[in-house]
Nanobody
Framework: QVQVVESGGGLVQAGGSLRLSCAAS????????MGWYRQAPGKQRELVST???????AYAESVKGRFTISRDNVKNTGHLQMNSLKPEDTAVYYC?????????WGQGTQVTVSS
């Protein structure tokens, strides 16, 4: 069983930055895809960014140019650097790890951006 734990959320003013981290247990991380999703109150969970095991990245249009996803396969850790944050980025951010046909989710970390 893979455990996924997010950290790094918090309260920040508009225009500020936060760096989220995603730590995954086990030895599968280096061969697994990883993604960040978010869910705002009253809204569906949406994809923010993904990174493949080989380092290929993709972003939602709403965060392109502001967010950067990365991974460290030695430390089994992924990150989401969020710059120029906007109030509409406020949400619970979730990390997932895709290992074959299995998807493992973390418990989420709250990001609140004040105007």
């Amino acid at each position: 069983q893979v455990q996924v734990v997010e950290s790094g959320g918090g309260l920040v003013q508009a225009g500020g930055s936060l760096r989220l981290s995603c730590a995954a247990s086990g030895s599968i991380f280096s061969t697994s895809g990883m993604g960040w999703y978010r869910q705002a109150p009253g809204k569906q969970r949406e994809l923010v960014s993904t990174i493949s095991s080989g380092g290929y990245t993709a972003y939602a249009e709403s965060v392109k140019g502001r967010f950067t996803i990365s991974r460290d396969n030695v430390k089994n850790t992924g990150h989401l650097q969020m710059n120029s944050l906007k109030p509409e980025d406020t949400a619970v951010y979730y990390c997932n790890v895709l290992a074959g046909r299995n998807v493992y989710w973390g418990q989420g970390t709250q990001v609140t951006v004040s105007s």
